[in-house]
């Protein structure tokens, strides 16, 4: 199993709110004028991870049945 590599401080699994928090922070040391460009390049990666993180959680919230469980919807 794939260990999750968005968690926050304490361990816990990182919120979407607090993913796109951060996505927030990354777009800001991005936009700075002296930002070299390796660490901007690395920014934008993370920023990737974060919104597909993002994108997985926000699709199985929507896949959820009244039950709590989820299906395939082929």
Avoid: H
Wanted: hydrophobic share 30%; net charge negative.
């Amino acid at each position: 199993m794939e260990q999750n590599q968005y968690v926050n401080e304490n361990g816990e699994e990182l919120s979407i709110e607090d993913a796109f928090g951060r996505i927030r922070e990354l777009l800001g040391e991005m936009e700075q004028e002296d930002a070299p460009l390796e660490k901007t390049f690395e920014n934008y990666e993370k920023g990737i991870g974060l919104l597909r993180y993002c994108s997985e959680k926000i699709d199985l919230v929507q896949k959820l049945n009244a039950d709590g469980t989820t299906e395939s919807f082929e």
